[in-house]
């Protein structure tokens, strides 16, 4: 089947802009996170949402948010730009059937801020 | 953002060696998670656990949940030259202000 797929996968914009990133799960995958990974601070938790509820949330400030649509796709926003926004932003689909938990991330998309 | 300590950094090691990295947190978690991630690419989850003191094998991979909860560690066993990338813990927790937290990465490098 097919594997998890973002988009854009490359995308530049200045500071103060605001910017949607896509993420498409897995068929039959209802859950879908988003991380932002950096040099600096690594892999970092952004949201967690299971049939179009946001069910976890990271420390992240107000300006990032996301929702999830009825056929599981996912977006994520983030408002007001600032530099240190630049990063790579993984989305990943996740099932859960009693003990075994299944997750694939997608290949990310890296944004960057001028 | 938070990290969890996870150690070594890096390690260059010999072909058909066995390799251990384990990860420590000052926080209780109900999951462990252990991922490899290469050049370009996403995450790939390896191994999870969900029980204290579980371990949990996948191919020539073992991972072990501590029995603090605190911590869970990752052995490689007859590394091969496709092992080399950045595996990375997680730890997930169901209640407090981080919920899912990453390891530092441990950088593999395996000498043919």
């Known amino acids: 089947k097919a594997g998890v797929t973002q988009t854009p996968r490359y995308l530049i914009k200045t500071r103060g802009q605001q910017v949607t990133l896509s993420c498409s799960p897995i068929s039959g995958h209802r859950s879908v996170s988003w991380y932002q990974q950096t040099p600096g601070q690594g892999l970092q938790f952004l949201f967690e949402?299971?049939?179009?509820?946001?069910?976890n949330k990271g420390n992240f400030p107000g300006r990032f948010s996301g929702r999830q649509f009825s056929n599981s796709r996912s977006e994520m926003n983030v408002s007001t730009l600032e530099l240190g926004d630049s990063a790579l932003y993984l989305c990943a689909s996740s099932y859960t059937s009693g003990s075994s938990y299944e997750q694939y991330f997608g290949p990310g998309t890296r944004l960057t801020v001028t | 953002g938070q990290q969890l300590n996870q150690s070594p950094q890096s390690m260059f090691i010999q072909e058909g060696e066995d390799v251990s990295m384990n990860c420590t947190s000052s926080s209780i978690f109900n999951t462990w998670l252990w991922y490899k991630q290469d050049p370009g690419e996403g995450p790939v989850l390896l191994i999870a656990?969900?029980?204290?003191?579980e371990l949990t094998s996948n191919g020539r991979l073992t991972a072990q949940f501590g029995i603090t909860r605190k911590d869970s560690f990752l052995n490689i066993s007859a590394s091969i030259p496709s092992d080399v990338g950045i595996y990375f813990c997680?730890?997930?927790?169901?209640?407090?202000?981080?919920?899912?937290?990453f390891g530092t990465g441990t950088r593999l490098k395996v000498l043919a």
């Open positions: 997680a730890g997930r927790a169901t209640s407090g202000t981080y919920k899912y937290i």
């Open positions: 656990l969900y029980k204290a003191g």
């Open positions: 949402y299971f049939s179009e509820t946001q069910r």
